[in-house]
Structures are given as structure tokens and as C-alpha cells.
């Protein structure tokens, strides 16, 4: 039997390791003032998938408010391709309607090797163009609203508790918002490729510019926070069987 300094030991070998062992999700998170976002990579059937969210809890008033894009750095030489751009689950379109699906492709662009992108960041995700992103990134999808380009407003995320009463116009009726996620899939991953290890800075865009971005993400704190749930649960398992043989 392993002695409780070998058990911990142990585990916490394990939790460290598991990154290296498999394709493990990766969660950044940022908040400013009354803004809040998050993005959690993962990988399905071999593609890269990535939740963007508008996590404030506050209203949203005015365009700089509303999430719209976010920039990340990958490596490993990934040469991606947009596939689809999905509600979130719960999610909904405010003052306009989705594909078949629950698709909003047409109104969301990526694009990799990016010039002037925020903090010299090589690819992007946005449903505004910022003089960056044009018709032919977009997701595969019909044009939902405005220009067939990213352009505008028009598809950016709202939070969850927006008062769709209050605020300016863009952000009352004129644009669709989407409240409060989009998923979205690329395919083109190299083969073991691990979000958590190769995915190391992400930036928020809001707004229609980017002077508006409020702040870089700090570094995420998912995988080891995971590994502590983990070994906390591990630890309350060990023991209780201890107690039982004793």
C-alpha cells in the first residue's frame, strides 16, 4: 500500500502529466470594468472547436460593450479552415433570425496570418471587419444582415442579463445581437495537437474598433484548477477507503 505522502505524490505526477497525455481543453477568461468574456478551446473529430462568450452579468448600452472577435495565437503550423459558427447552447439572436441550425456563419470571419491584428496576434475570429477581415473569410452561411462582409455590429454578442430596452440604437433594435455565445469549428489541426499547450495568448475585440479593446487576457487558470478539483476528489476517495479498511 502506498503511504499518504506517496498517494499525493502521485496524483499530482498524474494531473501534471495528463496535459501531455491528451488533447486537454484550455478556458481564458478576462473581465474590465463592466466587460467580461471567455473562450474555451477544444478539439471534436479532429477539428478545433471554440466557445466564445460574452460573460458579463451587466447591460449592455453602447457598441463597445458588445463582444466581437477574439484573436489567438496556435502553434504548431495549423492551417485552419472555418467550418461552421453555431449558437451556443441557450443562446438566441436578438432583433434578427440564424441559418437552418442555428447557424450564423455568414455574419462571423476567420483569418490566420493577420497583419495589424491586436498585440501582433496571427489569427482571428470576428463579426466586424476592422480593416482586417473580409467576404472572403466569413463561415460558410447566408447573409443574415448588412453588407456581405463583416461589417458593423450586426451579429456581436450581448450578455446574457442585456436590457434589450435600454441603450442606443445599434444595441436596441438596429443591429442583431446574439445573447450571449457562438461556437465555432475549423478543421486543418495537425495530428496531436493539445489546445492547452499550443494555444498560449488570446486578446477580446469589442466593439467596431479596435481602439475599443478594453485589455489582453491574463494567462488561464483552467488546467490547474481542473488538476486541484481533481486531486482534491482523489484524495477524498483515498481516504474514505482507508477508512473503511480501518
Known amino acids: 500500500m502506498f503511504s499518504s505522502k506517496s498517494r499525493v505524490s502521485i496524483a499530482i505526477f498524474f494531473c501534471l502529466l495528463a496535459p501531455m497525455l491528451s488533447a486537454a481543453p484550455i478556458t481564458f477568461t478576462s473581465s474590465s470594468g463592466d466587460l467580461s468574456a471567455s473562450v474555451k478551446f477544444t478539439i471534436s473529430g479532429g477539428n478545433l472547436v471554440a466557445t466564445l462568450t460574452n ?11 458588445v463582444l466581437t472577435g477574439v484573436f489567438f495565437n496556435l502553434s504548431g503550423g495549423a492551417s485552419l479552415t472555418p467550418i461552421t459558427a453555431i449558437l451556443g447552447a441557450g443562446s438566441t439572436v436578438q432583433f434578427g433570425g440564424t441559418d437552418p441550425g442555428n ?94 499547450t499550443a494555444i498560449t495568448e488570446v486578446f477580446f475585440q469589442y466593439g467596431t474598433s479596435l481602439s475599443e479593446n478594453p485589455s489582453l487576457v491574463p494567462e488561464p487558470a483552467t488546467i490547474v484548477l481542473a488538476c486541484i478539483s481533481g486531486l482534491g476528489a482523489f484524495l477524498g476517495i483515498r481516504r474514505r477507503r482507508s477508512s473503511l479498511i480501518g
Open 55 to 65: 460573460t458579463s452579468t451587466n447591460d449592455v448600452l453602447v457598441p463597445s460593450d
Open 103 to 196: 447557424s450564423v456563419g455568414g455574419e462571423w470571419a476567420f483569418k490566420q496570418g493577420l497583419s495589424g491584428a491586436p498585440n501582433g496576434l496571427p489569427m482571428g475570429i470576428s463579426s466586424t471587419g476592422l480593416g482586417i477581415f473580409g467576404p472572403g473569410d466569413r463561415f460558410p452561411g447566408n447573409n443574415l444582415q448588412g453588407p456581405m462582409e463583416p461589417d458593423g455590429l450586426q451579429y456581436g454578442i450581448t450578455s446574457a442579463n442585456d436590457n434589450l430596452l435600454t441603450g442606443n440604437a445599434k444595441v436596441t433594435g438596429t443591429q442583431a445581437l446574439i445573447q450571449n455565445s457562438v461556437v465555432f469549428t475549423l478543421s486543418g489541426l495537425p495530428s496531436g495537437f493539445d489546445p492547452s
